[in-house]
């Protein structure tokens, strides 16, 4: 395979780029729990590709069937005090979380249209309602509708079955505007012990990784379990549902994937790297499934036969973060400061990079850092990538800045360039442009 060559970073665009965020004024925004009159403006053609959970669907693809940038241009930057959470995308609206609040942000603009008390998993029920931990909230104004019963958890908003559904509990939603009923409860008959909500729900079915390396599925709609097989690692990181597969990347190197249907072993990849573990997540589209691993490369995966299609190597991440994948293309986490190379010692340093996703090419790379693994920072919608940066610092190396440390700013980047359209920019005077990164000096 033929790779392209890192593109060099032009020192003028690297230094505006790295300082921006310390020297930009942003417009003040209200801050309060009152809807605001602004409403998104994302375009009718584009509204229709949303990210509806932290992964982007219940498959756990982490992927987007719509456009994605092909190149880095900010579009704009919005002040979230605290933002750590994964950000999402529905409704024409960007939803992200910190300091103890739940924000809706225009994800044309980055205005804020809304915020409210509290945080929790967000999910998309319908055009009108969604989930913020065990409220059931409107999308419009995030206006609470109800509040679950007693023992109400779920991980799962199956539309299919008109269900929430997690390890431990089914519960009936025929109409959103109600509180749900219960359906079934399993929490007497977790034989193999359950290590958490890392596996997917696709087709009716549940997919449970326990604490004693098994996995189980089970009927969402009645809570019965269809199969159990042993595995040879924890279930402490992501799996990923594509073309009638379950399939999952262990801390002992080895990829699997079952037959989603029977639990058969379908095939097993191990890349034999030193210090090679699959710390992550996988994500899944176009055939294949994307992952990086502890042993500093990016992998894709020919889902049907397990063959390794390409792999591109980067600076090094201390702890593998997640990636995401749309327009043909997968982004991601590939170097950042705090990580060390365990046998020369050198650091490595802040590298964001989009590749194809079908060759391996590198189409561009950003001298940023989001939040390293086992959190997401970013997602695809409206043919953007919104993604929350962290202060990777070369003044200190091997200083570890994950989720609890971030920029408190929400990034859109798009394909598309703005106008610098007066003194300064814009009416804030924020002196900055959107442009790509990738300049040499000639």
Same mark, same amino acid.
């Given at each position: ?60 693809? =982490? ?26 995308? =529905?409704?024409?609206? !960007? ?60 991980? =799962? ?77 924890? =279930? ?47 994500? /899944?589209?176009?055939?294949? !499934? ?124 798009? /394909? ?8 300064? /920019? ?17």
């Amino acid at each position: 395979m033929s790779k392209k060559p890192i593109k060099q970073i032009g020192m003028l665009a690297l230094a505006l780029l790295l300082l921006s965020s310390a020297f930009i004024v942003f417009p003040s925004f209200t801050i309060n729990a009152n809807a605001q009159t602004t409403t998104s403006t994302i375009p009718s053609d584009l509204l229709q590709y949303e990210w509806t959970r932290d992964s982007s669907d219940n498959s756990l693809s =982490f992927s987007s069937a719509g456009p994605a940038p092909d190149s880095f241009n900010i579009a704009w930057k919005a002040k979230i005090p605290g933002v750590s959470n994964a950000p999402m995308a =529905f409704g024409g609206l !960007v939803f992200v979380q910190g300091g103890g609040r739940t924000y809706a942000l225009n994800g044309a603009t980055g205005e804020i249209v809304w915020n409210i008390s509290g945080g929790g998993a967000l999910a998309k029920i319908d055009d009108t309602y969604m989930m913020k931990g065990t409220d059931c909230i409107k999308i419009s104004d995030g206006s609470t509708v109800w509040t679950g019963p007693p023992g109400f958890t779920w991980t =799962f908003y199956a539309s299919d079955l008109k269900m929430l559904v997690c390890s431990r509990y089914g519960w009936n939603l025929p109409d959103p505007s109600q509180p749900p009923t219960l359906a079934w409860n399993r929490t007497g008959e977790t034989y193999y012990g359950i290590e958490g909500e890392r596996l997917p729900y696709a087709d009716g079915k549940l997919f449970i990784g326990t604490t004693n390396n098994f996995v189980e599925c089970i009927n969402a709609k009645t809570g019965e379990t269809l199969w159990v097989i042993p595995a040879t690692s924890q =279930f402490w990181y992501r799996g990923t549902y594509t073309e009638g597969k379950l399939i999952f990347g262990g801390l002992d190197n080895n990829m699997y994937a079952w037959d989603a249907n029977t639990g058969k072993l379908l095939w097993t990849y191990n890349p034999g790297t030193w210090y090679g573990q699959w710390a992550s997540a996988a994500a /899944s589209a176009y055939g294949l !499934v994307f992952e990086h691993n502890q042993d500093t490369y990016l992998y894709a995966i020919n889902a049907t036969t397990g063959q390794l299609v390409w792999k591109a190597k980067g600076p090094g991440v201390g702890y593998s973060g997640l990636i995401v994948v749309g327009g043909g293309k997968v982004y991601s986490l590939m170097g950042e400061y705090q990580y060390r190379d365990f046998e020369t010692g050198e650091y490595g340093h802040s590298e964001y990079n989009c590749y194809d996703a079908l060759t391996g090419d590198l189409i561009w790379s950003a001298p940023i850092e989001t939040g390293g693994g086992p959190f997401l920072h970013e997602c695809i919608a409206y043919g953007n990538l919104y993604i929350i940066p962290i202060p990777g610092s070369p003044q200190k190396p091997g200083i570890w800045e994950y989720s609890s440390s971030s920029l408190d700013e929400v990034w859109c980047i798009s /394909s598309q360039t703005k106008d610098w359209s007066m003194f300064l /920019s814009d009416a804030a005077h924020t002196g900055e442009g959107a442009g790509p990164t990738d300049l040499a000096l000639k």
